[in-house]
């Protein structure tokens, strides 16, 4: 069964460009969930969709924003970025939430923000 | 607000010495796992503890869960060089959909 996978592996962008990150999750996984993992602050949760909808979101500024498409496959997308945004960007499915399953993740797009 | 500690931040140990990282968490889930992460790559699961008292062993790690004292421990027994990497904890809270993650262990491990 092929995992989580993410494009793509690397951007460079510049201050006040926007990028779309995307996420082919674990055929059969219905959700999909996005974290941003930073030195300083670790991993923190961003959304979390399932069946197309965002059923939960983390504390980020509206510039970051998700969706989910009838196959499962997720989008993320960040507009006007700053420097603050420089991650790595992880997508993770799961079969059935809150039932003892882990989450899959994904390789993750390194993001660098100049 | 629901918060998963870890500690240690960092752990340097010598090969075939033991040592045990801990994970408080304040949840009620009691649902607790435990990822690997290694340089530049993403986190591999490593554990799934799903009940007070439950043990999973997987080579030198092996991974407890006391649900009372909100506490999980990751043991790692005769450590070698391969075991070197980033170890966190996560919950996933009551409705399943958030994964919250501690601060994570890098682990190093000298010859």
């Known amino acids: 069964k092929a995992g989580v996978t993410q494009t793509p592996r690397y951007l460079i962008k510049t201050r006040g460009q926007q990028v779309t990150l995307s996420c082919s999750p674990i055929?059969?996984?219905?959700?999909v969930s996005w974290y941003q993992q930073t030195p300083g602050q670790g991993l923190q949760f961003l959304f979390e969709y399932f069946s197309e909808t965002q059923r939960n979101k983390g504390n980020f500024p509206g510039r970051f924003s998700g969706r989910q498409f009838s196959n499962s496959r997720s989008e993320m997308n960040v507009s006007t970025l700053e420097l603050g945004d420089s991650a790595l960007y992880l997508c993770a499915s799961i079969l059935a939430p809150g039932q003892g399953n882990p989450l899959h993740f994904g390789n993750g797009t390194r993001l660098t923000v100049t | 607000e629901l918060k998963v500690e870890q500690n240690p931040l960092f752990l340097s140990m010598q090969e075939g010495k033991n040592y045990t990282i801990y994970c408080n968490y304040s949840t009620t889930s009691d649902r607790l796992y435990w990822y690997r992460q290694d340089p530049g790559k993403s986190l591999e699961s490593l554990f799934v503890?799903?009940?007070?008292?439950a043990v999973k062993q997987e080579g030198r790690l092996m991974a407890s869960l006391d649900t009372k004292a909100r506490l999980s421990t990751l043991h790692i027994t005769a450590a070698v060089h391969d075991l070197s990497a980033t170890y966190f904890c996560?919950?996933?809270?009551?409705?399943?959909?958030?994964?919250?993650f501690g601060t994570g262990t890098s682990l190093t491990v000298i010859p």
């Open positions: 996560a919950v996933d809270g009551n409705t399943g959909n958030q994964f919250y």
């Open positions: 503890l799903l009940s007070n008292g």
């Open positions: 055929s059969g996984h219905r959700s």
